[in-house]
Structures are given as C-alpha cells and as structure tokens.
T-cell receptor, first 113, second 116 residues
Framework: DADVTQTPRNRITKTGKRIMLECSQT?????MYWYRQDPGLGLRLIYYSFDVKDINKGEISDGYSVSRQAQAKFSLSLESAIPNQTALYFC????????????FGEGSWLTVV | QKEVEQDPGPLSVPEGAIVSLNCTYSNSAFQYFMWYRQYSRKGPELLMYTYSSGNKEDGRFTAQVDKSSKYISLFIRDSQPSDSATYLC????????????????FGQGTILTVHP
C-alpha cells in the first residue's frame, strides 16, 4: 500500500459543485501539503500544514480550503469548482528528520466541466 | 519570465545513450536543487538533492549545479527503458521557507522516452 493515499484518484464534477479530495498518510510525518500540477506550469503549492492546528496558505490558495482532521489526514476542498481548477492534485508529506524530502501521493485527477 | 525554465521535450533516446536534462533559473536566492522523476499516473519521487554549486553522483545519475550561470543539469548514463518518465527540476530558497515549508519552485518537466 502507498504511504500517501489520495481519494478519489479521478473525479469529474460540474461547475459550481463542491468537491473534496482526501489524503491520508502512514509515514507518521507532521508536515503535509497540497500541490497542483498543470501542463506547462509544473507543481505549485496550494496549502501546507505543520500540525492539526497549523495551516498555511501556499502560492495559489484562492478558491481552495483545507482541513487537517488528524496528523495523518489532510483534505482539500473546492467550495465552488470552476473549469480552470481542472488539474492533477498531489498530496505530500515531509519530515525534517528525513532531510525535508517531500513524499508525494499518486495524485487525483480532477476535471471540472 | 518563469523563475525556472525547463525544456518540456519530449526527448527520445535509444537504450544506452547518455541523457542530459537541464533547467535554468532566475532567482539567485535558490540554494537547494532537486530532481524528481515522475512515472505516468504516479506522483513525483525525489531522485537527486544538491546544495549550492557542484556535482553529485548516484549510480548512473549525476546532478550538476552551476550557480554562476544559474543552470542545473541531470545526466543519466547507460539509459534504460525503465528511465522513461517525466523529470522535474525543483529548487528552493531556504530564506523564504524552502523545503521546510514545501516551498519548491518546479520546472515544467521534461518527458523522456528510452526505447530498446
């Protein structure tokens, strides 16, 4: 089983709908992240969290919200999805004790029509 | 202009070839430089990690950083079909949070295919 698990792996949703992407990890890391990957733009940081009570905006947080339900769970929500949020979303974790290597999940393909 | 520029390819080479992948950047504050490999339908995985200028070798892979030219490279020797993937360069400024805060600036990725 993957250390960083994302659900759903694929989702098509309509404009204006609320969608949640969930992430759970078994690595025991405190730090969790959500990134977005677009063709031609690489990966960009949406939100990051160092623990349940510490959530911070990244480079492109507008239109997104997150919830850190537990050390191992970090979810990303699109309150009212729009087509330009169509992208591949990655959850990731890291641990300062591991040299700050960032470990990525397998990604969630989201299409907003 | 993007902070990090990477030729998207695609790059197709025969098995056994030496592959050179490159990125240029504009932010002189970047101190940490990484290469990630991303297989189709998978998340990126860290391949190489270097600090400041210099070379680092790991098996068939060599990472080079030239901060004076703001240029980094990844060389793959004796390339194999299993090396076929998208390669992403990434870099960070430790004074702006850097990897400790997940604040990496990625290139757009180069698609590499190694054919038998």
């Amino acid at each position: 089983d993957a250390d960083v698990t994302q659900t759903p792996r694929n989702r098509i949703t309509k404009t204006g709908k609320r969608i949640m992407l969930e992430c759970s990890q078994t690595k025991g890391h405190d730090r969790m992240y959500w990134y977005r990957q677009d063709p031609g733009l690489g990966l960009r940081l949406i939100y990051y969290s160092f623990d349940v009570k510490d959530i911070n905006k990244g480079e492109i947080s507008d239109g997104y919200s997150v919830s850190r339900q537990a050390q191992a769970k970090f979810s990303l929500s699109l309150e009212s999805a729009i087509p330009n949020q169509t992208a591949l979303y990655f959850c990731a974790t890291s641990d300062p004790g591991s040299g700050n290597t960032i470990y990525f999940g397998e990604g969630s393909w989201l299409t907003v029509v | 202009q993007k902070e990090v520029e990477q030729d998207p390819g695609p790059l197709s080479v025969p098995e056994g070839a030496i592959v050179s992948l490159n990125c240029t950047y504009s932010n002189s504050a970047f101190q940490y430089f990484m290469w990630y490999r991303q297989y189709s339908r998978k998340g990126p995985e860290l391949l190489m990690y270097t600090y400041s200028s210099g070379n680092k070798e790991d098996g068939r892979f060599t990472a080079q950083v030239d901060k004076s030219s703001k240029y980094i490279s990844l060389f793959i020797r004796d390339s194999q079909p299993s090396d076929s993937a998208t390669y992403l360069c990434a870099m960070s400024d430790p004074n702006a949070g850097g990897t400790s805060y997940g604040k990496l600036t990625f290139g757009q990725g180069t698609i590499l295919t190694v054919h038998p």
